[in-house]
């Protein structure tokens, strides 16, 4: 079964508004953590902001934020104020706890447009 | 000074050969992983290693196979490489821990067998 799914394969997004690109994650384990990456068409994966399953706000890092709903077991990225770089594949990932070793999974990725 | 860095970036080989990718990390993390990346962008985990276990994704062939001289490097060797073995492959690398550890990717090695 699907741990992690984001069912955008792909977004359109006008330059300099907001964006949402949804996740929504399987786990019966009550530690883990959630991670978003950006893949730039350039190759490169780069971290972009983390949320934990016991943080108690949602998740800020600059202008992304993440809407992290744990009844719903939903952690949606929230890009504000688009620009044109931040067209790129976005991947949703979760880490279950509490111990080492414990791998990520990584849903299919959405890819972002940012249109000018 | 690259965090995590990959050789070759680009591998372009026949059917048949064996090869190997390089993988180092500067960053002193203890787990390091091998993910393959398939021409629809999703990303599969081959390999989990740190210097007390090895896992490997079950779905993965035995044609795979980490090599780690020490912690800081773990190399990827294919044998017998097959046409569905062309993908990019990440290494990347996080600090041993629990799950609020993020981890820390490579550039990524275009592999593209004829």
């Known amino acids: 079964a699907q741990k992690i799914t984001q069912t955008q394969p792909g977004m359109f997004v006008q330059e300099k508004e907001a964006v949402t690109l949804d996740c929504t994650y399987d786990?019966?384990?009550?530690?883990?953590?959630l991670f978003w990456y950006k893949q730039p068409s350039s190759g490169e994966m780069i971290f972009l902001i983390y949320?934990?399953?016991?943080?108690?706000q949602n998740a800020t890092e600059g202008r992304y934020s993440l809407n992290f709903q744990k009844a719903r077991k939903s952690a949606n990225l929230v890009i504000s104020a688009s620009q044109l770089g931040d067209s790129a594949m976005y991947f949703c990932?979760?880490?279950?706890?509490?111990?080492?070793?414990?791998?990520?999974?990584f849903g299919p990725g959405t890819r972002l447009s940012v249109l000018p | 000074d690259t965090a995590v860095s990959q050789t070759p970036k680009y591998l372009v080989t026949q059917m048949g050969n064996d090869k190997s990718i390089k993988c180092e990390q500067n960053?002193?993390?203890?787990?390091m992983y091998w993910y393959k990346q398939d021409s629809k962008k999703f990303l599969k985990i081959m390999f989990s290693?740190?210097?007390?276990?090895?896992?490997i994704n079950e779905t993965v062939p035995n044609r795979f196979s980490p090599k780690s001289p020490d912690k800081a490097h773990l190399n990827l060797h294919i044998n017998s490489l097959e046409l569905g073995d062309s993908a990019v492959y990440f290494c990347?690398?996080?600090?041993?821990?629990?799950?609020?550890?993020?981890?820390?990717f490579g550039p990524g090695t275009r592999l593209l067998v004829l």
């Open positions: 990347a690398s996080s600090p041993e821990g629990t799950y609020q550890e993020t981890q820390y």
């Open positions: 786990t019966s384990d009550p530690s883990y953590g």
């Open positions: 949320q934990g399953s016991y943080d108690q």
């Open positions: 990932a979760m880490r279950e706890g509490p111990n080492y070793g414990q791998n990520f999974v």
């Open positions: 960053l002193g993390h203890d787990t």
């Open positions: 290693y740190n210097n007390k276990e090895l896992i």
